[in-house]
C-alpha cells in the first residue's frame, strides 16, 4: 500500500512539476530582478531618475507638467508623480496616439531627462512578463493555473520527501553530482527548505489572478471585509475604476469606482492648489496624481510606500478642492489589509532588505528546483520516452489521490479545468497504448 501510495504521489508530481516549472523558472528570474526594482532605477537608469539636489526650490508641478507636455505635443498629460526625495526626478505620463510615455524631469530646472513609453519602461517590462500580462489575458490566468499546481507540487514534494529511515536526502546529500541520487536528494533538501516559501509566494501571487483574485475582491467587499463602501457613501461616482487611472492604488482599491465632480462652471483650482492640498492632508512623498478628465473628472491621488500601514488614496473635487474620498490604510476591510501584507512582502517591501533577500532566496531555490529536477528526469528517462512515472496496480490508490487533486482543483478553480483535461489526456493515452499492444482485442 506505501509503495502503491507513493508512486501515485509521484505522478502527480511529475504532472505537476511538468506543467509549473517552465513558468515558475520565468516567475523566478523576473521575480529576483523586480525585488531590486528601485536599486536598479537608481543605478542602472540613474540618468534619468537621480538628480542633484539644489538649494534653489524645485519648479512647480503646473510647471513641470507644461514642460513634458511641450516635450510630447501629440499627447495630453495624465498623471504626474512627485518626487518621493529631494536627489528624484518627477515623472509626467503623457496619453497620445501611439500610447502612454513617461517624461523624466529635473524638478528643480525643468530638464528633460528621458522620454520612453511606459510598457517599454525596464521595471514595467519585467511586471508584465511576470504576470504574464503581455501574452494576454488567457496566458494571465496561467497565474492562477501555477498557483494552484504549485499547491499540489510543494504537498506531494513533502509527502516524497517524509523520512522513511533513510540516512539521507532529507537534511543531507549522498554521492556526487554524477549520480542521480546526489540531484534527487539535492531537489529533496532544497524542497524541504524551500516549500514553505514556495506556498508564500503562490498564495500572495494569487491575487492578482484573473478569476480566483476577481472573486476574493468581489467577496470581500460584499462582506465589508475589502473595499471601505461606508466612505463612498453620498459621492457621485463613475464607472473608471481607480486602476485605470492610477497604477498605485494596491489591490484593494484597483477596482474602486473614482468620484466625480459636480458639473459646474466654476474654474479648477489647477495642479498645484491639488498638490498642495493632498500634501497638506499628509499624503506620504513620491505619490502620484491622476489629473482631471472632462468637466466632471477629479484629480486623484495614491502613495504606496514600502510601509504598507502608509498607503493612501485622495480624491478631490477639480473645482472646489474638496476631499471626496480619502482612503487610509487602516479604512481598509481585514482581508484586504492581510492582502496588502502579504503583497508586500511577495514584492520585498515591507522589511527591508531581509525582506527582499529572503524572497530572493526562495526564487534562487525554485531555480535550483527546477534544474535538479530536469537533471534528474534526464539521467532516469527511457530512450525515446517522457518518463512519466508509472500508476500503480492498486485503482484504490490512483482513485484517492488523483481525488485528493482534483479536491484542490475545486478551491482554485482554473487549476481544477487543468486537472481534469490532464485526467482525461491521461485516460485517452493509456486507452491508446492499450489498443496499440493488442490491436486484435481492441
Given at each position: 500500500m506505501r509503495d502503491a501510495l507513493h508512486r501515485a504521489v509521484w505522478r502527480w508530481h511529475f504532472?505537476?512539476?511538468?506543467?509549473?516549472?517552465?513558468?515558475?523558472?520565468?516567475?523566478?528570474?523576473?521575480?529576483?530582478?523586480?525585488?531590486?526594482?528601485?536599486?536598479?532605477?537608481?543605478?542602472?537608469?540613474?540618468?534619468?531618475?537621480?538628480?542633484?539636489?539644489?538649494?534653489?526650490?524645485?519648479?512647480?508641478?503646473?510647471?513641470?507638467?507644461?514642460i513634458a507636455a511641450e516635450a510630447v505635443p501629440d499627447a495630453a498629460p495624465k498623471t504626474y508623480a512627485s518626487p518621493d526625495a529631494?536627489?528624484?526626478?518627477?515623472v509626467v505620463t503623457m496619453a497620445g496616439p501611439q500610447g502612454r510615455t513617461l517624461v523624466y524631469l529635473d524638478p528643480y530646472d525643468g530638464a528633460v531627462l528621458d522620454r520612453v513609453g511606459r510598457d517599454a519602461e525596464a521595471m514595467m517590462v519585467v511586471r508584465r512578463l511576470h504576470s504574464l500580462a503581455y501574452f494576454g489575458p488567457v496566458a494571465n490566468a496561467l497565474i492562477e493555473v501555477v498557483a494552484g499546481f504549485t499547491v499540489i507540487l510543494v504537498l506531494s514534494g513533502v509527502y516524497l520527501w517524509w523520512p522513511r529511515g533513510q540516512g539521507g536526502g532529507v537534511v543531507s546529500v549522498r554521492g556526487t553530482p554524477r549520480r542521480r541520487l546526489w540531484w534527487r536528494d539535492l531537489h529533496a533538501v532544497t524542497g524541504f527548505v524551500a516549500g514553505a516559501g514556495?506556498?508564500?509566494?503562490?498564495?500572495?501571487?494569487?491575487?492578482?489572478?484573473?478569476?480566483?483574485?476577481?472573486?476574493?475582491?468581489?467577496?470581500?467587499?460584499?462582506?465589508?471585509?475589502?473595499?471601505?463602501?461606508?466612505?463612498?457613501?453620498?459621492?457621485?461616482?463613475?464607472?473608471?475604476?481607480?486602476?485605470?487611472?492610477?497604477?498605485?492604488?494596491?489591490?484593494?482599491?484597483?477596482?474602486?469606482?473614482?468620484?466625480?465632480s459636480p458639473a459646474q462652471d466654476g474654474v479648477p483650482i489647477g495642479i498645484d492648489r491639488a498638490i498642495e492640498i493632498v500634501t497638506g492632508l499628509g499624503m506620504p512623498a513620491g505619490y502620484e496624481l491622476a489629473l482631471p478628465e472632462g468637466p466632471t473628472g477629479v484629480y486623484a491621488a495614491a502613495a504606496y510606500p514600502r510601509d504598507v500601514t502608509r498607503q493612501r488614496m485622495i480624491t478631490l473635487d477639480q473645482y472646489s478642492g474638496k476631499p471626496l474620498v480619502d482612503v487610509r490604510f487602516r479604512d481598509i476591510g481585514l482581508v484586504g489589509r492581510g492582502i496588502q501584507y502579504?503583497?508586500?512582502?511577495?514584492?520585498?517591501?515591507?522589511?527591508?532588505?531581509?525582506?527582499?533577500?529572503?524572497?530572493?532566496?526562495?526564487?534562487?531555490?525554485?531555480?535550483?528546483?527546477?534544474?535538479?529536477?530536469?537533471?534528474?528526469?534526464?539521467k532516469r528517462r527511457p530512450a525515446g520516452r517522457l518518463g512519466v512515472p508509472p500508476w500503480p496496480g492498486d485503482r484504490r490508490v490512483?482513485?484517492?489521490?488523483?481525488?485528493?487533486?482534483?479536491?484542490?482543483?475545486?478551491?482554485?478553480?482554473?487549476?481544477?479545468?487543468?486537472?481534469?483535461?490532464?485526467?482525461?489526456?491521461?485516460?485517452?493515452?493509456?486507452?491508446?497504448r492499450r489498443t496499440l499492444r493488442h490491436p486484435a482485442a481492441a
Open positions: 504532472y505537476a512539476g511538468l506543467l509549473c516549472l517552465p513558468f515558475l523558472i520565468l516567475l523566478s528570474v523576473t521575480g529576483s530582478v523586480y525585488l531590486f526594482k528601485d536599486e536598479i532605477n537608481r543605478t542602472l537608469f540613474s540618468y534619468r531618475t537621480v538628480v542633484a539636489v539644489r538649494a534653489t526650490p524645485p519648479l512647480s508641478p503646473e510647471r513641470l507638467v507644461f529631494p536627489d528624484r526626478a518627477a514556495l506556498l508564500f509566494l503562490a498564495a500572495t501571487g494569487l491575487p492578482w489572478s484573473i478569476l480566483w483574485g476577481d472573486q476574493v475582491r468581489a467577496i470581500s467587499n460584499r462582506a465589508g471585509l475589502g473595499q471601505p463602501d461606508a466612505l463612498w457613501a453620498g459621492v457621485p461616482v463613475s464607472a473608471v475604476p481607480m486602476g485605470e487611472v492610477l497604477d498605485t492604488t494596491g489591490w484593494a482599491l484597483e477596482d474602486a469606482p473614482l468620484p466625480r502579504g503583497i508586500g512582502l511577495h514584492k520585498g517591501e515591507f522589511a527591508g532588505r531581509v525582506n527582499q533577500l529572503l524572497m530572493l532566496a526562495f526564487c534562487l531555490a525554485t531555480l535550483l528546483l527546477a534544474v535538479s529536477a530536469a537533471v534528474m528526469w534526464w490512483v482513485a484517492g489521490v488523483t481525488g485528493f487533486v482534483v479536491a484542490l482543483g475545486i478551491v482554485f478553480p482554473l487549476t481544477g479545468l487543468a486537472i481534469l483535461a490532464m485526467i482525461v489526456l491521461d485516460a485517452a493515452i493509456a486507452g491508446l
